[in-house]
């Protein structure tokens, strides 16, 4: 069965996007991930690809990931640089990880969009406002205010997203 979320972020400390998408990086089960931004930051304190570096224990030796950006020719050599730090990450038989990186000819690419498949198909879906960036992505006094749609499959129950039922916000966490 298939749930959504809606999610707003509220506070520095809570990141409900950051945590459902470095919860589903770290999970063995997903063979085929895609993270599409416009921005990915690689800059000044904040490196996006060392959250996902620092969550790559369990990763599948068949695992590839499908990169997609960027907006402007300012954020470019950020994009490649954290291409190159995701290509960094080996499995656990110590094969590199298998980093595809799209760049959209003209540049403009804006939407924010991270699919995560097992050998099913996509098990989980987040679309939203927020980038790869320390303000949507990190956990810093700067943030900014984001909603993010999150969808998954409810069937499969070894993955491990899952909601309250109460009438208040949704909290979602990894298992």
């Known amino acids: 069965m298939e749930k959504i979320a809606i999610v707003l972020r509220k506070s520095e400390t809570e990141n ?30 904040y490196f996006a690809s060392n959250c996902f570096i620092a969550n790559a224990a369990k990763i599948s030796c068949k695992r590839n990931v ?5 907006y402007n020719g300012i954020w470019k050599g950020d994009f490649d640089s ?6 960094k990450i080996k499995c656990s038989c110590g094969t590199p990880l298998n980093v595809i990186k799209r760049k959209i ?10 699919i995560a498949s097992d050998s099913n198909g996509p098990q989980l879906g987040v679309i939203g406002s927020s980038n790869i960036t320390s303000r949507a992505f990190g956990l810093t006094t700067a943030w900014n ?6 969808l998954w499959n409810d069937s499969n129950n070894e993955h491990w997203v899952q909601s309250t039922q109460s009438g208040r916000s949704v909290d979602l966490v990894s298992r």
């Open 16 to 45: 409900k996007f950051r945590e459902v998408i470095l919860g589903a990086f770290k999970q063995d089960g997903f063979v085929d991930i895609h993270i599409c931004s416009g921005f990915f930051q690689e800059r000044g304190k």
């Open 66 to 70: 499908n990169t997609v950006g960027v």
């Open 82 to 87: 954290f291409v190159a730090g995701l290509r």
């Open 105 to 114: 000819k003209r540049y403009h690419w804006h939407a924010k969009i991270f």
């Open 145 to 150: 205010f984001e909603a993010d749609v999150i």
